[in-house]
């Protein structure tokens, strides 16, 4: 089973305490105790070891944490550039200009030079 299944076969509550599992495992691989990480993110050991057992926490704390475990990566594959098609593409290029006017206009034959 591919892991992206995993994910849409787990309950939001499995999703929650899996979380908790990998944050767990991100703070042991470096090392640091969950009073480490507590002072670290600025919220309290209690806390984490709540986040870590899959409790509920707010999005405020999960950025703290991401925070403080140097782990902003994980959220780059929320972000997927738009495609855009070579047939829209050189529609919003529009008419590009190619090259420059001409300054002044000289073709104009109505107006007579004074010299």
């Not at 009073?35 to 050991?45: F, P, V």
């Not at 409790?55 to 738009?82: C, G, S, W, Y």
């Amino acid at each position: 089973m591919s892991i992206i299944n995993k994910w849409y076969k787990l309950t939001d509550v499995a999703i929650v305490e899996e979380i908790g599992k990998m944050i767990q495992e991100v703070r042991l691989q470096r090392n640091y105790s969950q009073s480490e990480l507590a002072r670290i993110s600025g919220i309290s050991r209690a806390t984490i070891s709540q986040l870590e057992n899959g409790r509920p926490a707010t999005l405020l704390t999960f950025v703290q944490v991401l925070r403080a475990l140097n782990k902003f990566d994980i959220l780059n594959n929320m972000v997927q550039e738009p495609e855009i098609s070579p047939i829209m593409y050189a529609k919003l290029q529009g008419k590009k200009r190619k090259r420059a006017s001409r300054k002044g206009n000289t073709n104009n034959k109505t107006s007579e030079s004074t010299w």
